[in-house]
């Protein structure tokens, strides 16, 4: 159905509330997206809400209870199309047309396999009005780990890195703290308590005690937030393919975590962490096997906190989506370690990126990239 230039600016404008209360539910919704509803009736807001976490009501549900009798004949407005399938809970295509909704605008489809569509055909085999693909891309960037998991079978992966400005990540002996400062480590954090799975290296956390736990008290979050965020903490998962970490190891002693290895487990673990045995080649750990199970798991965001030979591994294997690279305000000089262990010969092979953003964070700069796919 065609719509009205009038009618497509309130529908931006109504669809962009929608995602901003979609937002709320950041650090809190995994494994499902990230959802925000408005409804509107005669040109006011009457029911807003959004997905808050798993097992708990959908965005739909919320801003239909707020809602209430004004519901009917209305428009909602979803970032994500009305789920039609029982999960967790009931289908929320049925909710919005037992509430006598008039019409209801998504953002875009949903790729779950289990709605894929019908959800939106639902609504309209009961008469209500249907339309797709308002803010569509403000929507996709919001659930790009779940899009990419539904689409790919693989998480969104995420590499945080910190140099100094001569590409430096420590110094020869190892020593790597601090090289930014605390607003930079408060995003950094930040960026933890959004993923799914925090990953690292067994070198990382024998040179450096590693715990990679949230620390609420860098959060930089208020207290309804932080307490969000400590409610469901991202799973810490170590890469040690020939089990060199030690059971007694701070980064095991600081909580749960999964070990990924390509050993035989030893008998000292029946009782430790749980170990994930991936297939892989002279003790190393195939990384596109463990992000397809990672993603098996229903992981839909990875941050990558490791050394440069893990981390180069990652980019060199094509299996990075977003590079997150804090840049500090000094050198490191010429003997310290280099951001990433990834030989390159000819400027021919130098990878390229697109930088999507820069900005200051504190004294420090915070630059997002992502990769360029190389021409077949």
């Known amino acids: 159905m065609t719509i009205s230039s009038e009618q497509a600016i309130l529908d931006a404008h109504y669809m962009a509330r929608a995602l901003e209360l979609a937002r709320k539910g950041h650090y809190t919704?995994?494994?499902n997206p990230r959802v925000g509803c408005v409804i509107v009736r005669d040109g006011q807001i009457v029911g807003e809400g959004w997905h808050v976490r798993t097992g708990e009501p959908h965005a739909e549900v919320h801003a239909l209870r707020a809602a209430g009798e004004?519901?009917?004949?209305?428009?909602?407005y979803v970032t994500l199309e009305p789920c039609s399938h029982h999960g967790r809970t009931p289908p929320c295509a049925d909710a919005l047309v037992n509430a006598g909704l008039a019409r209801v605008v998504a953002a875009m489809q949903d790729p779950n396999p289990e709605v894929a569509g019908r959800g939106l055909q639902r609504l309209e085999q009961a008469g209500i009005e249907t339309c797709s693909g308002v803010l569509e891309g403000e929507a996709r960037k919001l659930n790009e780990g779940f899009l990419k998991r539904m689409e790919h079978g693989l998480p969104f992966v995420r590499v945080k890195l910190a140099m100094s400005l001569d590409g430096r990540t420590a110094m020869a002996s190892g020593e790597s703290q601090w090289i930014t400062g605390p607003a930079a480590r408060s995003a950094v954090q930040r960026l933890r308590a959004q993923a799914s799975v925090v990953l690292t290296g067994a070198d990382t956390v024998l040179a450096d005690d590693a715990r990679l736990t949230v620390r609420a008290d860098e959060l930089g979050l208020d207290a309804e937030q932080t307490a969000q965020v400590l409610s469901r903490p991202p799973l810490r998962v170590l890469i040690d393919g020939r089990l060199r970490v030690p059971l007694d190891a701070p980064f095991f002693k600081a909580g749960p975590a999964l070990v990924a290895t390509c050993v035989a487990v030893e008998e000292q673990y029946a009782n430790g962490p749980e170990c994930l045995i991936v297939?892989?080649?002279?003790?190393?750990v195939d990384l596109r096997k463990l992000l397809l199970e990672l993603a098996a798991r229903g992981v839909n965001e990875v941050l990558v906190e490791a050394g440069p030979r893990l981390a180069g591994a990652f980019a060199q294997q094509?299996?990075?989506?977003?590079?997150?690279?804090?840049?500090?305000?000094?050198?490191?000089?010429?003997?310290?370690?280099?951001?990433l262990d990834w030989p390159l010969a000819q400027m021919k092979d130098a990878p390229e990126l697109k930088i999507t953003e820069i900005?200051?964070?504190g004294d420090d700069w915070r630059?997002?990239?992502?990769?360029?796919?190389?021409?077949?």
């Not at 630059?367 to 360029?372: D, G, L, N, R």
């Open 279 to 284: 297939p892989g080649d002279d003790g190393q």
């Open 318 to 339: 094509g299996l990075v989506d977003e590079f997150q690279i804090f840049i500090a305000g000094k050198f490191l000089g010429s003997t310290a370690r280099p951001l």
């Open 367 to 376: 630059v997002t990239a992502i990769p360029i796919p190389q021409p077949v």
């Open 29 to 31: 919704t995994h494994p």
């Open 359 to 361: 900005r200051a964070v």
């Open 70 to 76: 004004n519901a009917r004949g209305a428009t909602a």
